[in-house]
């Protein structure tokens, strides 16, 4: 999102389908890695909202970061505060945090770092550059800390 790009950048035609799939796919358990299922209330509809992710473990912390911007789910998680992660069909329910831009840096850069071969197109800056290239892009990209609501999450 370079310069003055959208604060949304909305996935393609192709993205869409994909990422239903995806969802199917790790929601059965078919897929693992590092994706989950990212289910979050609708703050509109209230109907649950499902679509692929990638958590970020970092320093003992659980994050979720939006590399296209303010998305929809990045909305609804402000609204309802919570979210759950699926995969295998387990659901782990978090509270949602939402960190301050001023937080977000190392966190990007973290993410970036783990997985460019996904999110690179989003960020205008290469995987392994200093965390001091985040601080003018952190307000861009939301980024929220996961507090387990359940047990045997995380």
Known sequence: MPGNAPSYLGPGALDHI???????????GLIRGHFYVLEVRGRKTGRTISLPVDPLDF????????????????????????????????????????????????????????????????????KGSPVESFNHLAPRYPVFELQPLDKTAH
């Open 59 to 126: 320093e003992g912390r659980r994050y979720l970061v939006c590399a296209r911007g303010n998305a929809n789910w990045v909305r609804n998680a402000r609204a309802a505060g919570e979210v759950a992660l699926v995969r295998a069909m387990r659901r782990r329910r978090y509270a949602a945090r939402e960190l301050s831009s001023s937080l977000r840096p190392p966190v990007l850069k973290a993410y970036l770092d783990r997985f460019a071969g996904e999110v690179q197109r989003f960020f205008p800056v290469p």
């Open 18 to 28: 994909l990422g239903r799939a995806l969802v199917l796919l790790v929601w059965i």
